[in-house]
């Protein structure tokens, strides 16, 4: 198992989604801990890059326990995502420059960044070539499959991609105009993996346990799956995915006991990063992905959003433990 993008090994077939507001470094260092093969920051705005703006290019800060991991940039400028990709090679340790083409938030759409690409594969095919010669890092693409239903083009949209350069692609299997609703797509996954045979292609949208990521892997034969939302609360996801491709033996789930402790750890990196004020902020939502599925587990959770410190949420958590 495993593969390579560009020179970079990735060791192992389950990797972290870049998620805005969650795939922090502390996040990331926390999946990172439970096996998962390659990491996403963020999307970071290009022209945050391109200006210098502190909160973007904090960001951009990686550890080096995290490696590999790719940095994701955004923007719609040809111009300034250059400048982004180019400093992101030269002023980061990141393993790989990413490209977002695949979110579907109108604000970014309106700068033509985003799925707003996948309009236009010709505007991909430009952007991708001129980035990858300007740059030493190994050039990634995440897209959805198209723009909506009537415009499903990700295989032509993904042979543009291979064309112009690029080291590997990650796919959602839905449209922009899907949102994060319906249908997850594999079908087209399956057929872009077999047009596009050596190169590597991670499969990605609602991928939620060993099983199905096990089952989609072998329907489209991707190289790796991509997890998203079932990380949150879970970082054992990884290795539970991990363990049962390599053995076919499913881990138990973690004990409430042992996910408190995920969260205490996860929160004092948390708050090293950001501060306490940023960081509770933060948890008073994320704390609740760790506290689900059990008696009271909505009364706590309840709690959690309301805390105002970080002793607050120990005092919360202690007398669960209790
Ligand atoms: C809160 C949130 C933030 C996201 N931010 C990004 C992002 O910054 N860049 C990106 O390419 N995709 C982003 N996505 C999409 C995910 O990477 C992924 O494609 C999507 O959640 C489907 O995978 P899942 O079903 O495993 O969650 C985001 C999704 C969520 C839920």
């Not at 490209?99 to 690409?117: D, E, Q, R, T």
């Not at 991928?207 to 609360?233: F, N």
Request: hydrophobic share 40%.
């Amino acid at each position: 198992m495993g593969f390579y993008i560009g020179k970079i090994k990735i060791d192992g077939s389950v990797v972290l989604a870049p998620m805005a507001g969650v795939t922090n470094l502390a996040y990331r260092q926390m999946c990172k801990k439970y096996h998962a093969a390659l990491v996403y920051s963020e999307m970071i705005s290009d022209k945050g890059i391109f200006y210098h703006d502190k909160k973007t290019l904090a960001l951009a800060k990686i550890d080096k326990n995290e490696h590999p991991i790719a940095i994701q940039i955004f923007g719609g400028d040809l111009d300034t995502l250059l400048y982004a990709a180019k400093f992101v090679d030269q002023n980061t340790e990141a393993d790989i420059i990413d490209i977002n083409m695949g979110c579907s938030v109108p604000k970014i759409l309106k700068s033509n960044a985003g799925s707003a690409y996948l309009l236009d594969p010709e505007r991909i095919y430009k952007t991708i070539k001129t980035i990858v010669e300007n740059v030493k890092k190994p050039v990634t693409v995440k897209i959805r499959i198209g723009w909506d239903h009537q415009h499903i083009n990700a295989l032509e949209v993904a042979k543009k991609i291979k064309e112009a350069g690029a080291s590997a692609l990650a796919i959602h299997g839905r449209t922009k105009s899907d949102l994060y609703r319906g249908h997850v797509n594999y079908q087209i996954i399956k057929e872009i993996k077999e047009n596009l045979k050596d190169f590597p292609i991670i499969v990605n949208g609602d991928i939620t346990t060993p099983q199905k990521a096990k089952e989609i892997l072998e329907y489209t034969q991707c190289d790796a799956v991509m997890i998203g939302r079932a990380s949150y609360g879970n970082p054992y996801i990884f290795k539970q995915i991990d363990h049962y491709l390599k053995t076919g033996e499913l881990l138990p789930n973690l004990t409430l006991k042992e996910k408190i402790q995920i969260l205490k750890d996860y929160s004092e990196e948390l708050i090293a990063l950001k501060g306490e004020y940023t960081a509770i902020r933060e948890l008073r939502q994320q704390a609740g992905w760790f506290l689900k599925d059990f008696k009271q587990s909505a009364q706590i959770r309840k709690k959690v959003s309301l805390i105002t410190s970080y002793d607050e949420l120990l005092q919360i958590l202690n007398a669960l433990e209790q």
